[in-house]
């Protein structure tokens, strides 16, 4: 078509890709607790440490699935996404 502009195309890297192992399909459409405040949280917190895979806004709806009684726990959002994040910063709902 003449006069359009298409966007050059990118490839993203392999790390922007969700492990198969993290993500929950269907997601949940109930929840457990509601994140207080803004929070990293990781793919794989326990496997080398390192930068969090992203970050969860405050009132995140979430169902704990995980929780040993230590600092971190894992969640599922309404996503799908299936992480590690502190437990300290969610709220039973």
Known sequence: ????????????????????????????????HE?????????????????????FAPGTRVVLMVHDGGAMCRVVDGAGLYVDTAFGGLRRL
């Open 1 to 32: 078509m003449e006069g359009m502009k298409r966007p050059e195309a990118i490839v993203l890297p392999d790390s922007s890709l969700i492990p198969p192992g993290s993500l929950i399909a269907p997601p949940p459409n109930q929840f457990t």
């Open 35 to 55: 994140v207080t405040t803004a929070q990293p949280f990781y793919f794989a917190y326990g496997a080398g440490g390192g930068a969090p895979s992203g970050e």
